[in-house]
């Protein structure tokens, strides 16, 4: 297994230092990732060169990791090419990707504002018809910079705040077999 290893990190060297300039290495040389089996979730970063020119780079993983969060590499990188990479970057308009702990921060905040316009619209909607309630939800999430959900789940949540939750465990019910066929089709293409 070290072989392989030791074959990956090889292959992952940069174009620079490749071809021994070691003193034009940005030390980046791509973006990578995979499964974090630790953490059960995938997550990107910036791959960077493994070649021995970059031990002092604060911005070295540890270990058998060869991604840095973008951010990282980005803010502390102190290799003699990555200020011409960073310069390269922004002239070409390249925004650099989002790291993976705020992205799940970001879904997170979005959840938690869908369950306040929710709580809001129900805590409202005493003798409301289930138009208004639509539109009050609606009125909600804008207030909250969301993204207006299609008609079948609008309804499906006006239906749930007047006590009817059936067309919601339905609509989840729905979502749930299209992703055991989306797996089933995934799996297929494996074997």
């Not at 070409?92 to 938690?112: I, V, W, Y």
Request: charged share 30%; hydrophobic share 35%; proline share 7%.
């Amino acid at each position: 297994m070290s072989g392989l290893w030791d074959q990956i990190r090889d292959d992952l060297r940069s174009r620079a230092c490749a071809d021994d300039e070691h003193g034009e290495c940005p030390h980046y040389a791509s973006i990578g990732g995979g499964i974090n089996p630790r953490r059960l979730r995938l997550e990107f970063g910036a791959g960077l060169c493994p070649c021995s020119c970059h031990s002092s780079c604060p911005a070295t993983p540890a270990g058998k990791r060869i991604t840095v969060p973008f951010k990282v590499w980005r803010e502390s990188c102190t290799c003699p090419g990555a200020d011409a990479e960073r310069c390269r970057r922004d002239e070409a308009g390249l925004d650099d990707p989002p790291d993976f702990d705020e992205l799940t921060e970001a879904a997170q905040n979005r959840s938690r504002a869908r369950r306040e316009a929710f709580e809001v619209t129900r805590a409202r909607s005493a003798g409301k018809s289930r138009e208004e309630i639509r539109e009050m939800y609606v009125a909600e999430l804008r207030a909250r910079g969301l993204k207006v959900p299609g008609d079948p789940v609008l309804d499906a949540v006006a239906d749930r705040i007047t006590g009817n939750p059936l067309p919601a465990i339905r609509l989840a019910g729905e979502g749930l077999a299209r992703m055991g066929k989306a797996f089933y089709r995934l799996s297929r293409l494996f074997r």
